[in-house]
């Protein structure tokens, strides 16, 4: 089921690229935006980051919406993301949340047992992450026809920083609970799916007129562990946005062996990283679901002929077909020049142009 157009969104957001993109129909040219589009990679953010934690910019609704918008400006991109975090329900739910000085994310109070999981707090996302709904309504505002995409992480990722009490390269914690404790595992998954979902679906009645569903880091799983112990939730997850109107985009890194699955789950559009060919992760998907990506972010530290090469072969593999949205296989790194992601929002803006020309051109003669 393709999203129908939702009546309080301006006809021009409904007939945007991004949003055409994602229900496969045509696009005068093929849209783009990039994961972690907003960050310290921009001296306009570093400049509030001096500031203002990324807790506190999240937590100020104004800032979340300047720092929202900074990519916007600078780039051109076809689409917002909000700012905000994918483990800001850890705060409500209790398990505690804080950004330490290089170390990425430390959630203080990790879940361990059954007990853990029934002491998590009732979350309402609209008065609990009220102020993620109070950026968006201010984004609605000031973004006028470029569409705003919300977004989550999906439970087994949020659940594996929720396990490891922060990042992790193994996962070993959680694969420990999911195969010597399944009942708490699954308890802790139907918990996360239901939190998540609320969240997922406030940010739509708030405005977002796209979400995401960020499974970053599963990956780590093999199919048959992936279709137990995780398929379920995320699915419930993207059905209940999906019955918003809104088209949702799932997203995973190292899913090559997944995607067949994850497909399942069932969303309109499905990130690519950059391990998989597109053309070959698009045929392994089938041409029924979009697909976003999927640019080695890696590549942007590379000189313009290079970039240009690599954003020209992804078009080429996408072939002008309806519902590709241009992306990186994962987020923006930090050092990324920005003079490179600027080049390739034009990159893909001139050479999809041309191939849609030449398509033309072919089918008159
Ligand atoms: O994409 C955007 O521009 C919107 C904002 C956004 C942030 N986090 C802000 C942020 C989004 C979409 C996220 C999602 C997120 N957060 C994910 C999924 C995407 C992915 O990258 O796989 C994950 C796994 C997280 C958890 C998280 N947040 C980690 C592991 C870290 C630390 C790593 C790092 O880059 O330092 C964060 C911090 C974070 N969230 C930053 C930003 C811009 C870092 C910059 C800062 O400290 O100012």
Redesign the pocket.
Known sequence: MLAQPTPHFPLSINESRFIRATRRESVDVTPVWF??????YMAD?RAI?EKYS?LEICYRPELAAEV?LQ?VRALGVDAA???????LPAIPLGVGLE?AKGE??VLQNPICTMDDVKRMHPVNPDTDLSYVMNAIRILRGELKDVPLIG?C?APF?VAS?MIEGG?SREFLKTKAMMYSDPLTWHALMERLAVVLRDYLVAQIRAGAQAVQV?D??VGSLDPQDYEEFVLPYSQFIIQAAKNENVPVIHFG?NTTTLLPLMKRAGSDVMGLDWRIPLDDGWFLLGEDVAVQGNLDPAILFAPLPEIKKRVHDILRRANGRPGHIFNLG??IL?HTPVDAVKAVVDMVHEFSLSQRERTRVREKS
């Open positions: 994961m972690r589009q907003a960050g310290r953010y980051r990324l929202t990519p993301i909000l700012f905000a975090d994918i483990l950004f990425g994310p977004f992480g990722t920083y990042s960020f970053s880091w890194t994962h987020g930090q």
